[in-house]
């Protein structure tokens, strides 16, 4: 009786193993809810000063693999670095990441597959992001490069771009909106028919960030788009194929926040409407106009775009141009507070870390100021005597 126990325990696990040797792996075009999404957006400067760093060490230390690929992409930062425009708040790590995520993926290496596949799954809870997920400080890196380096909406979605996967499916009803769920490079060059288990996704992007500049010449497949994994999209049918087309809503959405800092995992994922438009320097030789005095933080709001037309032009309320900003003129009626004399521009550009919160009172405030609106145990006594005395009085 044990024995054939035994057998057919023995069969069983036999086919469990030969069916996940051969079945073929569906992904699911889908909001990807398990990815992880944080885009640091509250908690940027207290990121990028007092964790962040520590953590790029940490992680290059207990990670061999991940310590060549950075030693190699700063390499080929240094070199390129000096020939590009970028924005004012761009810093050189932002740069590295974003090397090294190109030169991984355009090679399909063991470590471009591995990151990727630690984000779609980093984000099934705070706990899997906090103990189980090894690239904390790159996902920091790269999330806020594609941040800093987008540009309006009107002038990337017009430039459909390509990208092919793998037994990808997608399950139409409701609002038909997806997520990638993971950093995605997609190409201008449309690619050749594949096989029944790849499917063409055509893409309509608005926070794709082109990156041919980060190279000496255009590449070869023509112009290169990285997408980040929380851009939502309506998903429609190719026609009566099995290929997909995507059209960017003009939106992100997260069901993160500064997640690293406490942040729990929100239920439904959060809509992200409001972005910087990035300040660009001037280098020599590129086209940038140059950026004269203090720098502005020019904020917009993102605009919900009716992508079903293909003829509505998409409209941005943000400037339409990188053209130099015109300082107001000072209205000598109105007071102004100068910053103190001992502040210089590099501290102003430099913040020093936000000091610790003050702790709350013990006691249940009646009011913000957290003081107790009781009276003090004299008056109390006062009050109570005056009270005996002209009830003794009646």
Known sequence: MKTGHFKMVTMLLSAVILM??????ANMLDMADNAFDDEYQKCTD?????????????????????????ENAKAKWEARKTHLSLPMSFKDNHGIALMAYISEAQEQTSFYHLFNEAVKMAGQSRKDYIYGFQFKAFHFYLT??????????????KNVVYSTSQGTSFT??????????????AHSAKPQ??????ILLTIHTCFGVAIGKFFDKENESGRII?????????VSQDGASNNLILRSTNKTCSHYECAFLGGLKMANCVENIEYFLPIYVASPGNEEKKVSGLSLALKWKVSFCNLGDKKQKLEDPGVKNHEPIQMPVRNKNVRTFPLPEYKSQEDINNPT????????????PSASSGKMLLPSFGAFIILISASIYLFVSL
């Not at 139409?172 to 490079?185: E, K, P």
């Not at 028919?193 to 790849?198: C, N, P």
């Not at 870390?353 to 249940?364: E, G, S, Y």
Request: charged letters at 25%.
């Open 226 to 234: 990285i997408i980040p994994l929380n851009e939502i999209f309506y």
């Open 353 to 364: 870390p936000a000091p610790a919160p003050v702790p709350r009172p013990k006691t249940h």
């Open 193 to 198: 028919a594949a096989s029944d288990q790849h």
């Open 172 to 185: 139409f009803g409701g609002l038909n909106q997806a997520r990638l769920g993971h950093f995605t490079l």
């Open 46 to 70: 207290r990121m990028e000063i007092k964790y962040v760093p520590q953590l790029l060490k940490e992680e290059k230390a207990s990670h061999q693999l991940f310590e060549d690929v950075w």
């Open 144 to 157: 806020k490069a594609l941040q800093l380096l987008r540009r309006p909406c009107e002038d990337s979605y």
């Open 20 to 25: 996940n040797i051969f079945q073929v792996k």
